[in-house]
């Protein structure tokens, strides 16, 4: 399954991501800037917001009860498509995926 990251100046960065794995440590993985990813996945920081592109938007789910507040606490802007990328695990209906990397 790929995903694909767009980051702010444009350039993109494709990567094949397992099933199962969280886009947070896909992006780790495959050396994408600014998603650090500081807590793990923990839901503790922020670190690894990113936007997902309008046409994904509905198939990574709904913002999840304690993934809310830690979006207002993100450096760059909330937006309605904002996301913790360590809350989007990789499946095959997001085969495809396409995540835009915030302006830090």
């Known amino acids: 399954m790929k995903a694909t990251w ?3 100046d444009g350039h993109e960065i494709s990567a094949e991501v397992p099933e199962g794995l969280n886009m947070m440590q896909a992006a780790v993985a495959n050396n994408i800037p600014n998603v650090v990813g500081e807590c793990g996945g ?9 936007y997902v592109d309008e046409a994904w938007a509905a198939k990574t789910g709904d913002v999840g009860d304690f ?3 830690m ?3 993100a450096e760059a802007e ?3 498509t904002s996301r913790l990328s360590c809350q989007i695990k990789m499946s095959p209906a997001l085969d495809g ?4 990397v915030p302006q830090p």
Do not use: G, K, Q
């Open 6 to 8: 767009i980051l702010p």
């Open 42 to 50: 923990n839901l503790s920081c922020a670190t690894c917001h990113v």
């Open 67 to 69: 993934e809310d507040p």
């Open 71 to 73: 979006l207002d606490v």
């Open 78 to 80: 909330r937006r309605p």
């Open 97 to 100: 995926l396409v995540l835009i």
